[in-house]
């Protein structure tokens, strides 16, 4: 299971209602939740869900 971390980016499989596709994690633990940062609305969702919604995470990369 992946696990996210607090500032990570990830890329929602369904874009939110607004457009945007990603997503900041603004906390972790029991539940998580991410930011959408294309419209800065913040979504709770357990553990499970996240890993449902999740396609792939964008930071973290780049070299
Ligand atoms: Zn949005």
Redesign the pocket.
Same mark, same amino acid.
Not at 38 to 41: E, H, L
């Given at each position: 299971m992946t696990v996210y971390a607090l500032g990570d980016r990830v890329e929602t499989k369904k874009p939110?209602? !607004? =457009? =945007?596709k990603t997503w900041e994690v603004v906390r972790t633990g029991a539940d998580y939740k991410i930011k !959408?940062l294309? !419209? =800065?609305?913040v979504v709770m969702l357990t553990p499970d869900e996240l890993q449902k919604r999740v396609r792939r995470t964008v930071s973290g990369e780049g070299t």
């Open positions: 939110h209602p !607004c =457009g =945007g !959408c294309t !419209c =800065g609305r």
